[in-house]
């Protein structure tokens, strides 16, 4: 399994890979932001759920599910 860092970096490159403005680049970057800052899945999980907007945070969500899952 990756680490913290190693999801951080996944997640900032698809952050630069979206749109500007677009909410997949806004959770992208709240998912590297995240991962970046915490010790580990668990933590980062819990931070993300109180994320907000509603649409960022449920596409945050989603994208950090599917890197931490790999």
Do not use: H, W, Y
Request: aromatic share 2%; no cysteine.
């Amino acid at each position: 399994m990756r680490d913290n860092l190693d999801l951080a970096a996944s997640a900032q490159q698809l952050a630069d890979a979206a749109p500007t403005g677009s909410i997949d680049r806004a959770a992208a970057s709240s998912v590297a932001i995240t991962l970046a800052t915490t010790r580990d899945i668990s933590q980062a999980r819990e931070t993300l759920d109180g994320l907000s907007p509603e649409d960022v945070r449920k596409a945050a969500v989603e994208l950090f599910e599917r890197l931490s899952a790999g």
